[in-house]
């Protein structure tokens, strides 16, 4: 998950002027919101009969396409982590990622292992067990994929791909950024990412990331149009990108089983739609937009991301079990509830301690914590 305040030094006296575009602060939210309904949308039975079935079974065949929220947090990662880095040092760069990331993810690892060894599920849910504290101190390193670690939420698989896409933009930022040799990385990787299928099992595959690449490389690609709208080559490395996600989207809602018959329409649709809508947005459409409202919500999509899944799932399952109250308001007063907890999350941990790891990890004095 990214942050929509982009930083870039434009100052003649050496300080950044912050550009915050508030639409895709609340783009982010809808993709949080969206993935949400996709997961609560269908779940299992308490009685742990092994079986499909709906929390919302009249809504659970729109809900079903919230999946793409996902790669549309990755197309804004591949426009906002470049836009961020740009003009930066790598250490500059670890630093702003880590003040980002960490500490309200330390936090949600930690909620959600509270709250699912208080309110365990069962029945055939795709959470087993309660983490236990090895796995969970794993977890805090947000490395438990790669070292094969289970995760403590499912939801966090997304970050491992996001910590790859911020390693390649480091490597970039090392090299020295330019417009053309992002064009030309953007292009490579690109081809890597239709050639691997060929290559099953490959240990490129993990480098490579062949099912989620075109997002990124999309974003990026945008964020180069942002600078340079007349360059062609650009418009057709994005309509490359576009094309080869057409397909991935295919292929991701042909392999969906939820128990009911999903249309395969809707999804080139929708997200041939977030294409046209970040493009606009990277080319300046929504510039002037100043709600603030929208920055809050900004706020609000990682922690809520973090939460969401297996939290809310322990909450929405105990209140049937207990109330036997219909799914659908269990499930709105389980969004309206980690809607404030993530407020509480941005407000009591990331703000208070992101700027201390940042400056930490940049290697500059701690500020005064009276002022954050």
């Known amino acids: 998950m990214t942050t929509a305040t982009l930083e870039r030094p434009v100052s003649p ?25 996709f ?20 809504a659970a065949p729109i809900l079903i396409y919230g999946f793409l929220g996902v790669e549309t947090f990755f197309l804004i990662s591949g426009f906002v982590i470049l836009m961020s880095g740009w003009g930066r040092t790598v250490r500059e760069f670890a630093a702003s990622r880590a003040a980002r990331l960490y500490p309200a993810f330390w936090a949600c690892v930690l909620l959600t292992t509270v709250v699912t060894a208080v309110l365990p599920i069962s029945g055939g849910l ?9 796995d969970v101190l794993v977890n805090l390193t947000m490395l438990a994929e790669p070292l094969n670690t289970p995760l403590v939420d499912t939801v966090y698989w997304t970050l491992w791909y996001e910590m790859r896409f911020y390693l390649v933009v480091a490597v970039l930022i090392a090299g020295g950024l330019t417009d053309r040799r992002v064009k030309l990385f953007g292009a490579g990787w690109l081809l890597a990412a239709i050639a691997m299928p060929a290559f099953p099992g490959a240990w490129l595959d993990d480098v490579v990331m062949p099912r989620f690449a075109p997002y990124f490389i999309a974003g990026m690609t ?19 990108c576009w094309l080869v996600s057409l397909h991935l989207v295919h292929l991701r809602v042909v392999d969906l089983k939820p128990g009911f018959p999903v249309a395969v329409w809707p999804a080139p649709v929708l997200i041939t739609i977030v294409y046209a809508t970040l493009t606009a947005i990277a080319l300046g459409a929504t510039d ?23 939290v809310g799932y322990s909450l929405i399952r105990w209140c049937q079990a207990v109330t036997g109250w219909d799914a659908a ?28 790891l940042e400056n930490l990890v940049a290697g500059r004095a701690a500020p005064d914590m009276e002022a954050v």
Not at 126 to 134: D, K, L, Q, V
Not at 335 to 354: C, D, I, K, N, T
């Open 126 to 134: 795709p959470f087993p067990r309660a983490a236990e504290g090895g």
């Open 329 to 356: 308001p269990l499930v709105a007063g389980a969004v309206v509830l980690l809607l404030v907890v993530a407020g509480l999350v941005h407000h009591l941990v990331e703000r208070r301690l992101a700027p201390v």
């Open 222 to 240: 945008m964020f180069l149009l942002r600078r340079n709208p007349r360059d062609r080559s650009l418009w057709v490395l994005l309509a490359g």
């Open 288 to 310: 002037r937009l100043r709600l603030r409202l929208l920055g809050t919500a900004g706020a609000l999509t990682y922690p809520f991301y973090l939460l969401h899944q297996r």
């Open 13 to 37: 006296t050496g300080r950044r002027r912050t550009t915050r575009l508030y639409a895709i602060d609340g783009l982010r939210l809808i993709c949080a919101l969206a993935v949400a309904g």
């Open 39 to 58: 997961h609560f949308g269908d779940s299992w039975r308490l009685d742990g009969v092994h079986r499909p079935a709906y929390h919302l079974p009249d």
